[in-house]
């Protein structure tokens, strides 16, 4: 890993999303892309409502998992780390743990994460063009899109999960699927859902 990864912060609404680029090195990066592209994905992840349409492909990773490749367990712990460093009190369980695997013409909604919790999204493709887009869209407290976090290989993204956003689909021109990431974790006294 890079000893100095550039990061950046922007604001919205008060609330502070925080920008890592360089956290992986390149190899890693392609490592890490290679790992999450040949996970089996299930029609199980939902934005707000199990009853909505169009459900996103997830892969959530296990305990065993995570056990067996060193990667996907260095990778937790450098997340948590930083997460704790931004705001502790967030940062003490792990929640959820998963991959998903966006595509064009997927429905993403507007949604907020865990009460209380911080989400950690980092953008697993090693090769994403501007024009493929699939930014990651943060809204304001009045439903605006105010900021957009565009998919960077290798980024990481660290905000309040209680900040409304929508991932973002790939564009008709994208050659591939856009994966991603997720970490959630909630302060301490709240129960983990997933293994981690």
């Given at each position: 890993?890079?000893?100095?990864?550039?990061?950046?912060?922007?604001?919205?609404?008060?609330?502070?999303?925080?920008?890592?680029?360089?956290?992986?090195?390149?190899?890693?990066?392609?490592?890490?892309?290679?790992?999450?592209?040949?996970?089996?994905?299930?029609?199980?992840?939902?934005?707000?409502?199990?009853?909505?349409?169009?459900?996103?492909?997830?892969?959530?990773?296990?305990?065993?998992?995570?056990?067996?490749?060193?990667?996907?367990?260095?990778f937790?712990?450098?997340?948590?780390?930083?997460?704790?460093?931004?705001?502790a009190?967030?940062?003490?369980?792990?929640?959820?743990?998963?991959?998903?695997?966006?595509?064009?013409?997927?429905?993403?909604?507007?949604?907020?994460?865990?009460p209380?919790?911080?989400?950690a999204?980092?953008?697993?493709?090693?090769?994403?063009?501007?024009?493929?887009?699939g930014?990651?869209?943060?809204?304001?407290?009045?439903?605006?899109?105010?900021?957009?976090?565009?998919?960077?290989?290798?980024?990481?993204?660290?905000?309040?999960?209680?900040?409304?956003?929508?991932?973002?689909?790939?564009?008709?021109?994208?050659?591939?699927?856009?994966?991603?990431?997720?970490?959630k974790?909630?302060?301490?006294?709240?129960?983990?859902?997933?293994?981690?």
């Amino acid at each position: 890993m890079p000893t100095t990864p550039a990061s950046m912060t922007r604001e919205i609404d008060g609330e502070r999303v925080h920008i890592i680029d360089g956290l992986l090195d390149p190899v890693i990066i392609g490592m890490f892309e290679r790992l999450v592209v040949d996970l089996p994905y299930f029609r199980s992840n939902y934005d707000k409502s199990k009853d909505e349409p169009g459900r996103h492909l997830r892969h959530d990773f296990g305990k065993s998992m995570i056990e067996t490749f060193p990667l996907l367990g260095g990778f937790r712990d450098d997340v948590l780390a930083r997460v704790r460093q931004i705001d502790a009190g967030r940062g003490e369980t792990i929640e959820q743990f998963f991959a998903l695997d966006q595509y064009f013409g997927a429905v993403q909604y507007p949604h907020h994460d865990t009460p209380g919790g911080m989400t950690a999204l980092y953008f697993a493709n090693a090769d994403w063009e501007p024009d493929w887009q699939g930014e990651l869209v943060f809204y304001d407290k009045s439903g605006e899109a105010s900021m957009l976090v565009a998919p960077k290989p290798g980024r990481l993204c660290l905000f309040n999960g209680e900040i409304v956003h929508r991932g973002g689909v790939p564009s008709p021109l994208c050659r591939t699927q856009r994966f991603t990431v997720v970490i959630k974790t909630v302060p301490a006294g709240h129960a983990a859902v997933t293994p981690a």
